[in-house]
C-alpha cells in the first residue's frame, strides 16, 4: 500500500486526483499508477484501469487470476468492472469513496456473483493516510477557486 501512496502523491504533483494503484504478481510489482485523466484527456484512465491494462500486456494475458490489487481509494464502478473481468482474487483499498466507490459505498459490486470464486476484498487499509492526500488535494482545488 505504501507504493500506492507514493503513486497518488505523485500524482497530485501533476494535477491529477491522488489515487494510486499497484498490481502484484507472485510477490512482484507488475505495474504502479496514479490516475490520468487531466493529463490523457481520457477519463478513463483511473490508476485501476491504468495498472490491470499494463499487467495484462506485460504478462501476455488478461486473466490475472493470481494477482493482487492495491489502491488507495476504493475503486469505482468502471474499475471494479475492470477487476471483476480481470478475475484478480484480491483486492485491498484505503478510504472508501463514498460519492463514486463501486465496490461498498454506491453499486455494492463487493457483493456481485460475478467476483470471482474467492475473492477477498480488504477495506480501510491505511486508511487515514489514504482520506487526508484527498481531502488536502481538493481542499487546496476549492480555494484556488
Given at each position: 500500500?505504501?507504493?500506492?501512496?507514493?503513486?497518488?502523491?505523485?500524482?497530485?504533483?501533476?494535477?491529477?486526483?491522488?489515487?494510486?494503484?499497484?498490481?502484484?504478481?507472485?510477490?512482484?510489482?507488475?505495474?504502479?499508477?496514479?490516475?490520468?485523466?487531466?493529463?490523457?484527456?481520457?477519463?478513463?484512465?483511473?490508476?485501476?484501469?491504468?495498472?490491470?491494462?499494463?499487467?495484462?500486456?506485460?504478462?501476455?494475458?488478461?486473466?490475472?487470476?493470481?494477482?493482487?490489487?492495491?489502491?488507495?481509494?476504493?475503486?469505482?464502478?468502471?474499475?471494479?468492472?475492470?477487476?471483476?473481468?480481470?478475475?484478480?482474487p484480491?483486492?485491498?483499498?484505503?478510504?472508501?469513496?463514498?460519492?463514486?466507490?463501486?465496490?461498498?459505498?454506491?453499486?455494492?459490486?463487493?457483493?456481485?456473483?460475478?467476483?470471482?470464486?474467492?475473492?477477498?476484498?480488504?477495506?480501510?487499509?491505511?486508511?487515514?493516510?489514504?482520506?487526508k492526500?484527498?481531502?488536502?488535494?481538493?481542499?487546496?482545488?476549492r480555494?484556488?477557486?
Amino acid at each position: 500500500m505504501a507504493l500506492a501512496i507514493e503513486a497518488a502523491e505523485a500524482g497530485e504533483k501533476k494535477g491529477e486526483v491522488p489515487i494510486g494503484a499497484v498490481l502484484v504478481c507472485d510477490k512482484e510489482v507488475i505495474a504502479i499508477a496514479h490516475n490520468r485523466k487531466e493529463t490523457l484527456s481520457d477519463p478513463t484512465a483511473h490508476a485501476e484501469m491504468l495498472v490491470i491494462r499494463e499487467a495484462a500486456e506485460k504478462l501476455g494475458r488478461w486473466r490475472l487470476d493470481d494477482c493482487q490489487l492495491f489502491v488507495t481509494a476504493e475503486p469505482c464502478v468502471m474499475c471494479m468492472g475492470a477487476v471483476i473481468q480481470a478475475r484478480i482474487p484480491l483486492l485491498v483499498y484505503g478510504v472508501a469513496e463514498k460519492k463514486f466507490g463501486g465496490v461498498e459505498s454506491t453499486a455494492y459490486l463487493g457483493q456481485h456473483p460475478m467476483l470471482p470464486r474467492k475473492m477477498e476484498i480488504y477495506a480501510g487499509i491505511c486508511e487515514e493516510q489514504c482520506e487526508k492526500i484527498l481531502k488536502d488535494f481538493f481542499e487546496k482545488k476549492r480555494s484556488e477557486y
